[in-house]
């Protein structure tokens, strides 16, 4: 038992994902032990094998512990390396959003390293936008019930509009959200900005519920982006992001 407390504490003072062997040798413990308590651990939820970099860390049972942990953080650790990879990938731009009522709150950003035309994006992180203009948050929205959309639009002045498009009322959303649930990804086409176009994926708690989405923009105009591999792509690091969460 010490010794799997030692691996979790070790864990959190990480910035990133440890291998098992330099977990081993930090700790001064047998490599065989040492791979022993991290399948425990990991069977269990308390930690998590990323494969992309090849080590270990905390996963959703560790952070559930205390009550001083805060959601995003873990949210934004387990989502940042997925993020990196599918930008890189695709070369667009990868952001993770989050409601905040009728809006999202967008926590991280990644854009593909080496040089891109990438344009310029309003969706910096901390900044809030209408949820029913933004991929990801039509994400999220799509997978919540009926009820819960509702409440969050009870107020007439919830549907603004930035560029003349999208959603201008409760039933115009429910009716927009209903084919992007049944599919599992959401989009939107200049609901934001003139000229970008925008999907989003949803991503899952190990309660099912929709905690946040993955999302990716790029120029609208552009005839060589194909949607299909993109959406591709995006649900399969969403729900990457979901196991990672226990979802």
């Given at each position: 038992m010490a010794r799997a407390l030692d691996i979790l504490a070790h864990l959190a003072r990480q910035p990133g994902s440890v291998g098992a062997s330099a977990i081993a040798r930090d700790l001064g413990l047998p490599r065989s032990t040492t791979y022993h308590l991290l399948a425990v651990l990991e069977e269990r939820g308390f930690v998590l094998r990323l494969p992309e970099s090849r080590g270990w860390a905390l996963g959703s049972s560790a952070y559930g512990l205390t009550s001083a942990y805060t959601p995003h953080e873990g949210l934004e650790r387990l989502a940042r390396p997925v993020m990196r990879s599918l930008a890189d990938e695709l070369g667009v731009t990868v952001h993770l959003g989050i409601l905040r009522g009728p809006l999202t709150l967008y926590l991280l950003k990644e854009s593909p390293s080496g040089a891109t035309d990438e344009?310029?994006?309003?969706?910096?992180?901390?900044?809030?936008?209408?949820?029913?203009?933004?991929?990801?948050?039509?994400?999220?929205?799509a997978q919540l019930p009926e009820p819960t959309v509702r409440a969050l639009y009870a107020r007439p002045g919830d549907f603004v509009s930035r560029t003349g498009r999208g959603p201008r009322g409760i039933v115009d959303l429910l009716a927009d959200l209903t084919p992007e649930r049944e599919?599992?990804?959401?989009?939107?086409?200049?609901?934001?900005?003139?000229?970008?176009?925008?999907?989003?994926?949803?991503?899952?708690?190990?309660?099912?519920?929709?905690?946040?989405?993955?999302?990716?923009t790029w120029r609208a105009r552009v005839p060589v982006r194909e949607v299909a591999p993109i959406v591709a792509a995006l649900r399969a690091g969403a729900a990457e992001v979901s196991r990672r969460l226990g979802g």
């Open positions: 344009p310029s994006l309003v969706t910096a992180v901390g900044v809030l936008l209408p949820a029913h203009l933004t991929a990801s948050g039509r994400a999220i929205l599919r599992g990804w959401s989009e939107e086409f200049e609901l934001v900005t003139p000229g970008l176009r925008s999907v989003g994926a949803a991503v899952f708690d190990l309660h099912a519920q929709p905690v946040a989405a993955l999302s990716c």
